[in-house]
Nanobody
Framework: QVQLVESGGGLVQPGGSLRLSCAAS????????MRWYRQVPGKQRELVAG???????NYADSAKGRFTISRDNAKNTVYLQMNSLKPEDTAVYYC?????????WGQGTQVTVSS
């Protein structure tokens, strides 16, 4: 079973930057589909960014131009670089690994952008 450990969240001012990391277990990381989601209390979970095993990326409209998802298969890690942060980006950010028909979730990391 895949285990995911997230890190990098914290408190930043508007316009600041953070880089989230998600380290995955297993030797098959290179074939995982990896995604970042975020969730605000009282709201639905939102897909922020995804990256395929081949490196193809996709982003929510709110993240385009500001966020970058990347992966380092040698380190079994996916990253989310977040720049020009806005108060609306405040949420718990979750890492997802999808292997075949199975999904694995990280514990989440809090990102707070003050106003």
């Amino acid at each position: 079973q895949v285990q995911l450990v997230e890190s990098g969240g914290g408190l930043v001012q508007p316009g600041g930057s953070l880089r989230l990391s998600c380290a995955a277990s297993g030797s098959d990381f290179s074939i995982y589909l990896m995604r970042w989601y975020r969730q605000v209390p009282g709201k639905q979970r939102e897909l922020v960014a995804g990256i395929t095993s081949g490196g193809t990326t996709n982003y929510a409209d709110s993240a385009k131009g500001r966020f970058t998802i990347s992966r380092d298969n040698a380190k079994n890690t996916v990253y989310l670089q977040m720049n020009s942060l806005k108060p609306e980006d405040t949420a718990v950010y979750y890492c997802l690994a999808r292997l075949y028909f199975r999904d694995y979730w990280g514990q989440g990391t809090q990102v707070t952008v003050s106003s």
